[in-house]
């Protein structure tokens, strides 16, 4: 260590670049935060270079390897770039260094990496993140500290790595500045895909059962007096979702998630299903010596048609002129509709609308999920 500094790049000749070695080796992906819009991994880097003034016969001296505080020779200072907490250097005054005879020096710190991470929400609960690690020799250019990866070994290892509950790793990968590039990073980039079981069950199948449930709005009778309850009831529900969906979601104005979509999808059925209850309770109760309008009659008609009651110019093969009465199994006089009251447009409005509301629920659904899967896939 006679005339050693710690200050000058470890290189006889400084026109040279001092090739710095990394690789990453992950121990756990904590947390991906969509909120915040950052990766949270627990890992260390393995670095190392060639220190020309840190040689030494290993024969004769019979010293094969040699270890220095961090703070006692020269090391790259490494930071990392895309982090999202405060820029410091890597490491702590307790690393020791690993050198061999050579000059090779082997550097290991071990810490909590918080990096930037665009989140894509699209698809969520079935998105897939892709997620990088970015490192700087912060001071010094590519012609004087050239950061690089091992020839021939995987640039990110799994040691003693833990399975996380929620993000699995789809792939990995890692790649160098350009040689035209004046900085000299290195990117490690981690491929991340949700386990979307916790979601489906605690948010995707509650919303898909209180649409099923919506729908009973228009089963209730209007006598019973429970119909706008009920309606107003099922609103709040959506917006409570939709609020606990929001929670978990990046503000972001230019992607928006599908189930998002969804659920506003849902919550405009329910105001639509809260402003025909409130007309339909409107005509249930109207005068019955007042008389129903055609756009009514056609209501009525539309009804009697998808319940397969005929009108008395039809009659069957025994030219009876009742119908069949599947409610009570028994024959009754076939409708008229010229006589036709304001019950019986409510309870047209009630039939119409739960079978029209069906099919936009599921078409919403099956739209929903088809969407989802191609986009995970």
């Not at 992950?26 to 915040?36: G, I, K, M, R």
């Amino acid at each position: 260590m006679t005339g050693y500094s710690n200050k000058v790049r470890p290189v006889r000749d400084q026109a040279d670049a001092v090739f710095v070695y990394t690789a990453y080796f992950l121990a756990d992906v904590n947390d991906v935060d969509a909120v915040q819009q950052r990766l949270i991994t627990t890992a260390y880097l393995s670095i190392s270079w060639v220190d020309e003034f840190l040689q030494w016969d290993s024969v004769g001296t019979g010293i094969e390897r040699l270890y220095f505080k961090q703070k006692d020779i020269w090391t790259p200072d490494v930071v990392l770039k895309n982090g999202v907490k405060k820029f410091e250097e890597l490491g702590g005054k307790f690393y020791y260094l690993e050198v061999s005879p050579n000059g090779r020096v082997l550097w290991m710190p071990y810490q909590v990496f918080e990096s930037k991470c665009d989140i894509d929400i699209t698809y969520f609960p079935f998105d897939t993140q892709t997620c990088h690690i970015t490192f700087i020799s912060w001071s010094f250019t590519k012609v004087e500290v050239n950061m690089t990866l091992y020839d021939g070994t995987d640039p990110i290892n799994f040691y003693d790595f833990v399975e996380n509950s929620v993000w699995g790793i789809k792939s990995t990968s890692a790649k160098t500045s350009p040689a035209n590039f004046g900085d000299s990073t290195v990117t490690f980039t981690l491929q991340l895909h949700r386990k979307p079981l916790y979601y489906v069950m605690n948010l995707i199948l509650p919303v898909v059962l209180l649409g099923v449930i919506s729908l009973l709005v228009f089963v209730i009778p209007a006598d019973a007096g429970e119909k706008m309850s009920f309606a107003v009831t099922v609103f709040l529900s959506f917006a409570v979702f939709l609020s606990i969906i929001s929670m978990q979601l990046p503000v972001n104005s230019e992607k928006t998630s599908l189930l998002g979509v969804y659920l506003v999808f849902q919550m405009s059925l329910g105001v639509a299903t809260i402003v025909i209850s409130a007309f339909q309770l409107r005509l249930h109760h109207r005068c019955d010596g007042r008389k129903v309008g055609t756009f009514y009659r056609g209501i009525v008609r539309i009804e009697r048609c998808l319940r397969c009651i005929r009108s008395p110019c039809d009659s069957d093969e025994t030219g009876s002129n009742k119908k069949y009465d599947w409610r009570n199994d028994s024959y009754e006089p076939k409708v008229d509709y010229d006589d036709v009251d304001w019950k019986d447009v409510s309870s047209a409005i009630d039939f119409v609308c739960f079978w029209f509301m069906s099919f936009c629920g599921i078409t919403a659904t099956v739209v929903l999920i088809v969407y989802m899967y191609n986009g995970s896939s």
